[in-house]
Structure formats: C-alpha cells, structure tokens
C-alpha cells in the first residue's frame, strides 16, 4: 500500500484552493516566537506594497491627467510610456502586497490557534510561493524589456 505524504506539494496549481494536511502538530513557544514575528514583518511589508501600488496608480492617472490638463505638447508614445512604466509597477505592488498580508495573516494565526498549524502554514507558503512568483516574471520581464528598449534606442537618432 502506498503511502501518502501530508506535506506533499500538491501535483498542480490550478489557481483553486488546494485542501491543506490538517496534522495536529502544534508548534512550541520558541517557534512561535519566530513565526509571529515573521507574520508581523510578512504583513507590514504587504500593506507598504499595497501603499505603494496606490501610490504609484493615483500618480500614473495623476501625471497623465496634468499633462492633458496643462495643453503641455506630448505624444501618445510618451502617454503610452508613463502608462506601460508604472500602471505594472501599481499592479504587481498591489498583487504581490496582497499575498504578503495574506501570508502574514496565516503565520499569525498559527501563534493565535491551535490544531490546524500544518494547515496555517501550508496557506503561508503558498501565498509566498505566489508572491516570489510574480516577483521573478516581472523582474525577468522587467529586465528583457528594458534592455531591449535600451538597445532599440541607441539605435534611434534624435
């Protein structure tokens, strides 16, 4: 008979809510020190992120709405530019700030409860997982594009 891993990733992320392990191991006091703190710092850096992202979407709707406001002479490229550098940015911050928070919540609550531990901690790292996801696809994406907008341009005259 074969057995089964409960701490087993799951074969595929589909995008739905995978039913975690629901092991009974509690955490002691010293590993919940540790993880408290790490779903305190999780959050605060996800609300600076979800801060940041609407910080960077009202100034991209901001910017484009002086500069129509103002009659200043720019071009769709230079619009469309402004739009293409921080309605991304806005985005990811949002997405990844509200995976952060998310993950916090769950190492909180495997300090603030008891019995689904395992299940608390698998909900955090998946949430982290998903997070460092989109982080290296737009850092990739990010850096691919820029380099070949650099390029394209040393190749543009004035």
Known sequence: MDEVNPYAAPAADLGVQVEHST???????REDQTIGRT??????WGVLSLVVGALTAIAAVAGIAVLVATE??????QVGAIVAVLVPI???????????????RAFTSIVETSGADVEHLMTALVRLKDAFRIEVFVTVV?????????????FVGD
């Open 23 to 29: 092991g009974t191991h509690e955490f002691g006091w």
């Open 39 to 44: 779903g305190r710092h999780a959050t605060t």
């Open 72 to 77: 200043v002479s720019i071009s769709a490229m």
């Open 90 to 104: 806005a985005l990811v911050h949002l997405a990844t700030g509200w995976l952060y928070v998310s993950a916090g």
């Open 142 to 154: 990010s850096l691919v594009l820029g380099y070949a907008v650099w390029i394209a341009g040393a």
